[in-house]
Protein backbone atom coordinates (compact mmCIF):
# COMPACT_ATOMS: atom_id res chain seq x y z
CA UNK A 1 0.00 0.00 0.00
CA UNK A 2 2.84 2.60 0.77
CA UNK A 3 4.67 1.85 -2.45
CA UNK A 4 0.86 2.15 -4.16
CA UNK A 5 0.69 6.01 -1.89
CA UNK A 6 4.28 7.04 -2.63
CA UNK A 7 3.67 6.93 -6.92
CA UNK A 8 0.11 8.33 -6.25
CA UNK A 9 1.92 11.72 -4.45
CA UNK A 10 4.62 11.59 -7.45
CA UNK A 11 1.50 12.01 -9.87
CA UNK A 12 -0.51 14.31 -7.56
CA UNK A 13 2.88 16.52 -7.82
CA UNK A 14 3.16 16.37 -11.58
CA UNK A 15 0.66 18.99 -12.13
CA UNK A 16 -0.04 19.60 -15.82
CA UNK A 17 0.94 23.08 -17.32
CA UNK A 18 -2.45 24.43 -18.93
CA UNK A 19 -0.80 27.64 -20.40
CA UNK A 20 3.02 29.20 -20.08
CA UNK A 21 1.40 30.21 -16.23
CA UNK A 22 -1.69 28.29 -15.52
CA UNK A 23 -1.40 24.24 -13.80
CA UNK A 24 -4.11 21.77 -13.08
CA UNK A 25 -3.52 19.54 -10.04
CA UNK A 26 -5.73 16.61 -8.99
CA UNK A 27 -5.89 14.73 -5.57
CA UNK A 28 -5.09 11.22 -4.47
CA UNK A 29 -7.27 8.44 -3.83
CA UNK A 30 -7.81 8.94 -0.16
CA UNK A 31 -8.29 12.07 1.02
CA UNK A 32 -9.42 14.20 4.42
CA UNK A 33 -12.49 16.11 3.93
CA UNK A 34 -11.10 19.15 2.94
CA UNK A 35 -7.91 19.40 0.56
CA UNK A 36 -4.63 18.53 2.53
CA UNK A 37 -2.70 21.87 3.07
CA UNK A 38 0.58 20.07 2.35
CA UNK A 39 -0.60 18.83 -1.09
CA UNK A 40 -1.98 22.50 -1.91
CA UNK A 41 1.12 23.91 -0.85
CA UNK A 42 3.65 21.35 -2.75
CA UNK A 43 1.76 21.88 -5.64
CA UNK A 44 1.70 25.05 -5.70
CA UNK A 45 5.42 25.53 -5.10
CA UNK A 46 6.21 22.97 -8.07
CA UNK A 47 3.88 25.54 -10.81
CA UNK A 48 5.90 28.44 -9.64
CA UNK A 49 9.28 26.03 -9.71
CA UNK A 50 8.15 25.54 -13.55
CA UNK A 51 7.83 29.05 -14.72
CA UNK A 52 11.87 29.50 -13.32
CA UNK A 53 15.35 29.07 -14.89
CA UNK A 54 15.67 25.31 -13.73
CA UNK A 55 19.25 25.98 -12.08
CA UNK A 56 17.40 29.29 -9.77
CA UNK A 57 17.14 27.36 -6.61
CA UNK A 58 13.89 28.10 -3.67
CA UNK A 59 14.71 30.06 -1.00
CA UNK A 60 10.75 30.60 0.54
CA UNK A 61 7.22 29.58 0.37
CA UNK A 62 4.58 31.40 2.19
CA UNK A 63 1.16 30.55 2.03
CA UNK A 64 -2.10 31.49 3.39
CA UNK A 65 -5.37 29.31 3.60
CA UNK A 66 -8.27 31.33 2.68
CA UNK A 67 -10.85 28.15 2.01
CA UNK A 68 -10.90 24.41 2.23
CA UNK A 69 -10.75 22.65 -0.18
CA UNK A 70 -13.49 19.84 -2.07
CA UNK A 71 -11.36 16.78 -3.11
CA UNK A 72 -13.60 15.86 -5.89
CA UNK A 73 -12.53 18.77 -7.63
CA UNK A 74 -9.55 19.95 -9.43
CA UNK A 75 -7.01 22.69 -8.65
CA UNK A 76 -6.19 25.32 -10.85
CA UNK A 77 -2.72 26.90 -10.21
CA UNK A 78 -2.44 30.16 -11.42
CA UNK A 79 1.08 31.60 -11.74
CA UNK A 80 1.91 35.57 -11.51
CA UNK A 81 5.74 36.62 -12.43
CA UNK A 82 6.14 39.34 -10.09
CA UNK A 83 9.91 39.94 -10.75
CA UNK A 84 12.70 38.12 -12.18
CA UNK A 85 16.41 38.86 -12.20
CA UNK A 86 19.27 36.89 -13.21
CA UNK A 87 19.92 35.58 -9.73
CA UNK A 88 16.45 35.50 -8.36
CA UNK A 89 12.84 35.51 -9.03
CA UNK A 90 9.37 36.05 -7.66
CA UNK A 91 6.28 34.52 -8.00
CA UNK A 92 2.54 34.91 -6.29
CA UNK A 93 0.40 31.17 -6.81
CA UNK A 94 -3.35 31.63 -6.71
CA UNK A 95 -4.85 28.66 -5.82
CA UNK A 96 -8.58 28.40 -7.63
CA UNK A 97 -11.35 26.20 -7.71
CA UNK A 98 -13.74 27.67 -10.10
CA UNK A 99 -14.29 31.02 -9.11
CA UNK A 100 -12.93 30.37 -5.35
CA UNK A 101 -9.95 31.02 -4.18
CA UNK A 102 -8.58 28.86 -1.87
CA UNK A 103 -4.95 29.85 -1.08
CA UNK A 104 -2.38 32.12 -2.12
CA UNK A 105 1.46 31.26 -2.30
CA UNK A 106 4.12 33.27 -2.47
CA UNK A 107 7.28 31.81 -3.75
CA UNK A 108 10.96 33.07 -4.08
CA UNK A 109 14.29 31.68 -5.46
CA UNK A 110 17.55 33.35 -5.30
CA UNK A 111 20.86 31.87 -6.16
CA UNK A 112 23.32 33.63 -3.56
CA UNK A 113 26.23 31.90 -3.61
CA UNK A 114 28.73 31.00 -0.72
CA UNK A 115 28.95 33.12 2.38
CA UNK A 116 28.67 32.86 6.10
CA UNK A 117 27.83 29.74 7.17
CA UNK A 118 26.04 28.54 10.83
CA UNK A 119 23.08 26.83 12.06
CA UNK A 120 21.21 25.63 15.22
CA UNK A 121 22.20 21.92 16.41
CA UNK A 122 20.13 19.04 15.48
CA UNK A 123 18.91 17.43 18.83
CA UNK A 124 20.37 13.87 19.83
CA UNK A 125 17.80 11.24 18.95
CA UNK A 126 17.86 7.53 18.52
CA UNK A 127 18.59 6.26 14.64
CA UNK A 128 15.68 6.17 12.34
CA UNK A 129 16.05 2.50 11.88
CA UNK A 130 15.98 1.55 15.38
CA UNK A 131 12.90 2.83 15.98
CA UNK A 132 8.95 1.74 15.25
CA UNK A 133 7.18 2.65 12.46
CA UNK A 134 4.12 4.30 12.01
CA UNK A 135 2.30 0.93 11.52
CA UNK A 136 3.36 -0.14 14.78
CA UNK A 137 2.44 2.83 16.71
CA UNK A 138 -1.02 2.70 15.49
CA UNK A 139 -1.75 -0.78 16.66
CA UNK A 140 -4.31 -0.45 19.04
CA UNK A 141 -5.49 2.91 18.23
CA UNK A 142 -7.43 2.26 15.21
CA UNK A 143 -10.77 3.31 16.75
CA UNK A 144 -9.06 6.87 18.37
CA UNK A 145 -7.38 7.97 15.43
CA UNK A 146 -8.85 6.34 12.38
CA UNK A 147 -8.66 9.57 10.07
CA UNK A 148 -4.62 8.45 10.69
CA UNK A 149 -4.54 4.86 9.94
CA UNK A 150 -6.56 5.26 6.81
CA UNK A 151 -4.68 8.58 5.58
CA UNK A 152 -2.74 8.12 2.69
CA UNK A 153 1.12 7.47 3.35
CA UNK A 154 3.54 8.09 0.95
CA UNK A 155 6.41 9.45 3.43
CA UNK A 156 7.87 6.67 6.02
CA UNK A 157 7.95 8.12 9.28
CA UNK A 158 9.83 7.14 12.67
CA UNK A 159 9.06 8.95 16.01
CA UNK A 160 11.64 9.35 18.58
CA UNK A 161 9.15 10.29 20.87
CA UNK A 162 5.79 9.03 21.60
CA UNK A 163 3.07 10.37 19.36
CA UNK A 164 0.51 12.24 20.94
CA UNK A 165 -1.96 9.28 21.03
CA UNK A 166 0.22 7.55 23.00
CA UNK A 167 1.54 10.10 25.18
CA UNK A 168 -2.28 10.66 26.01
CA UNK A 169 -2.72 7.56 26.61
CA UNK A 170 0.61 7.49 29.65
CA UNK A 171 -0.71 10.84 30.90
CA UNK A 172 1.92 12.87 30.19
CA UNK A 173 3.00 16.20 28.65
CA UNK A 174 5.60 16.82 25.33
CA UNK A 175 6.48 20.92 24.43
CA UNK A 176 8.42 19.61 21.20
CA UNK A 177 7.99 16.65 18.79
CA UNK A 178 10.47 15.35 16.47
CA UNK A 179 10.15 12.51 13.96
CA UNK A 180 12.63 11.02 11.33
CA UNK A 181 10.88 11.54 7.38
CA UNK A 182 11.65 10.00 4.12
CA UNK A 183 9.58 8.70 0.67
CA UNK A 184 8.67 5.90 0.70
CA UNK A 185 10.51 5.16 -2.31
CA UNK A 186 13.64 6.41 -4.26
CA UNK A 187 12.30 10.27 -5.81
CA UNK A 188 13.27 11.44 -9.44
CA UNK A 189 16.67 13.23 -9.80
CA UNK A 190 14.63 16.28 -9.02
CA UNK A 191 15.33 19.31 -6.73
CA UNK A 192 11.82 20.56 -7.40
CA UNK A 193 10.07 17.15 -6.50
CA UNK A 194 12.28 16.78 -3.32
CA UNK A 195 11.81 20.30 -1.90
CA UNK A 196 8.30 19.69 -3.03
CA UNK A 197 8.14 15.92 -0.87
CA UNK A 198 9.24 18.20 2.15
CA UNK A 199 6.97 21.35 1.21
CA UNK A 200 4.35 18.54 1.97
CA UNK A 201 5.44 16.47 4.77
CA UNK A 202 6.09 20.25 6.64
CA UNK A 203 2.34 19.89 7.22
CA UNK A 204 1.97 17.05 9.32
CA UNK A 205 2.84 17.04 13.09
CA UNK A 206 3.53 20.45 12.99
CA UNK A 207 0.81 21.37 15.28
CA UNK A 208 1.07 18.33 17.82
CA UNK A 209 3.39 20.33 19.76
CA UNK A 210 1.10 22.84 20.82
CA UNK A 211 -1.57 20.32 21.95
CA UNK A 212 0.92 17.78 23.48
CA UNK A 213 2.12 20.76 24.87
CA UNK A 214 -1.74 20.88 27.34
CA UNK A 215 -1.07 16.87 27.43
CA UNK A 216 -3.96 16.38 24.89
CA UNK A 217 -4.31 14.80 21.51
CA UNK A 218 -6.07 14.01 18.32
CA UNK A 219 -8.88 11.49 18.83
CA UNK A 220 -8.49 11.43 22.47
CA UNK A 221 -10.01 14.80 23.08
CA UNK A 222 -12.50 17.37 21.35
CA UNK A 223 -9.98 19.38 19.26
CA UNK A 224 -10.62 21.51 16.45
CA UNK A 225 -7.53 22.84 14.08
CA UNK A 226 -7.12 24.21 10.97
CA UNK A 227 -3.94 25.88 9.40
CA UNK A 228 -4.08 29.78 8.80
CA UNK A 229 -0.96 30.27 7.22
CA UNK A 230 2.66 28.07 6.60
CA UNK A 231 6.09 29.13 5.86
CA UNK A 232 9.02 27.00 4.65
CA UNK A 233 12.70 28.76 4.72
CA UNK A 234 15.02 26.27 1.94
CA UNK A 235 18.37 26.59 3.34
CA UNK A 236 20.16 24.03 1.51
CA UNK A 237 19.79 21.20 -1.20
CA UNK A 238 17.29 18.05 0.31
CA UNK A 239 17.46 14.70 -0.40
CA UNK A 240 13.88 13.40 0.59
CA UNK A 241 14.38 9.79 -0.02
CA UNK A 242 16.63 9.98 3.12
CA UNK A 243 16.12 10.26 6.38
CA UNK A 244 15.67 13.79 7.52
CA UNK A 245 14.79 14.72 11.49
CA UNK A 246 11.27 17.02 11.65
CA UNK A 247 12.47 18.76 14.95
CA UNK A 248 9.25 21.38 16.38
CA UNK A 249 8.24 23.04 18.66
CA UNK A 250 5.19 25.39 19.63
CA UNK A 251 6.42 28.92 21.10
CA UNK A 252 2.94 30.27 21.63
CA UNK A 253 -0.91 29.42 21.94
CA UNK A 254 -3.41 32.47 22.78
CA UNK A 255 -6.51 33.83 21.24
CA UNK A 256 -7.83 30.34 20.19
CA UNK A 257 -4.10 30.54 17.90
CA UNK A 258 -1.47 28.54 18.08
CA UNK A 259 2.30 28.81 16.69
CA UNK A 260 4.29 25.73 15.96
CA UNK A 261 7.96 26.24 14.49
CA UNK A 262 10.60 24.17 13.71
CA UNK A 263 13.49 22.48 11.41
CA UNK A 264 14.48 19.73 8.87
CA UNK A 265 18.08 18.29 9.81
CA UNK A 266 19.91 15.97 7.39
CA UNK A 267 21.85 13.08 9.20
CA UNK A 268 25.03 15.25 9.30
CA UNK A 269 22.94 17.47 11.58
CA UNK A 270 22.77 20.13 8.98
CA UNK A 271 19.44 22.66 9.05
CA UNK A 272 18.25 22.35 5.47
CA UNK A 273 15.05 23.87 5.94
CA UNK A 274 13.36 25.99 8.60
CA UNK A 275 9.07 25.93 8.97
CA UNK A 276 6.51 28.07 10.75
CA UNK A 277 2.73 27.55 11.28
CA UNK A 278 0.00 29.41 12.48
CA UNK A 279 -3.42 27.69 13.07
CA UNK A 280 -6.67 28.10 14.60
CA UNK A 281 -6.44 25.19 17.30
CA UNK A 282 -9.78 25.22 19.94
CA UNK A 283 -9.93 22.74 22.71
CA UNK A 284 -13.59 22.07 23.77
CA UNK A 285 -13.14 19.98 26.85
CA UNK A 286 -15.71 17.40 28.00
Given at each position: ??T??????????D??????D????????R?????FG??M????F????H????????????????????????????V?R?????????R??????????L???L??????????????K??????????P???????????T??????????????????P????????????H???W?K????M??D?V??????V??S???L????????????G?DR??AV???H???????????????????????????????????????Q??????????VK????
Open positions: MTADFEELLKVLVARVDDTFTGGHPSNPVRTGQMAQAVAASTVPPKLPPTTITTHFIAGGDPERDLEFKVLRDERRFANRVDVMQGDTLATAVSHLAGGRSLEHGVAPAVPDPLSLTIDDLLKGYEEVPLFVEALKPIEWRYTNDAWVMRDKGGKLDNRVLTMGAPDQLHAAALYSDTTLDSIITTHGLSWHIFSMNTVWFHRPIKFDDWVLYSTTSPVAADSRGLASGHFFDRAGVLATVTQEGIHFPG
